[in-house]
């Protein structure tokens, strides 16, 4: 598996999950969290994973003012990004591109 495709899961993963903020505030909580959600407890790399992806969507992505919709379809569901004052739903990828802009905008 590419390593775009476990950034990508890790944050369907942890969108699906919809964690409130509080259970990433530190790995042990994190650890915590998906172990009450997942029935199991997680590897290390999932952990380490999901502690990466939990940082991004917390605090880089929100702070970008980008966030995750979960689209439910009867043959499933989806993750897409909303961004601050752009209309319609963009992609993992496309909501990484609107983070790299933004990056490159702060003054």
């Known amino acids: 598996m590419a390593l775009l495709e ?3 899961r890790i944050q369907e993963l942890l969108a699906r999950l919809d964690l409130p903020v ?3 505030t530190t790995r042990d909580t994190l650890r915590e969290a998906l172990i009450r959600e997942l029935g199991f407890e997680p590897s ?3 952990l380490d994973k999901a502690w990466e992806g ?3 969507t917390y605090e880089n992505l929100a702070e970008a003012g980008i966030h995750s919709v979960i689209i439910e379809y009867p043959w499933g569901r989806e ?3 909303g961004v601050a004052g ?3 739903l963009w992609g993992y990828e496309s909501a990484k591109e609107w983070y790299q802009v933004y990056e490159a905008t702060k003054p």
Request: aromatic residues 16%; charged residues 35%; proline residues 6%.
């Open 44 to 46: 290390e790399y999932m």
């Open 79 to 81: 993750v897409r990004y």
């Open 54 to 56: 939990a940082q991004f």
């Open 6 to 8: 476990t950034e990508e």
């Open 22 to 24: 509080e259970d990433t």
């Open 86 to 88: 752009q209309p319609g």
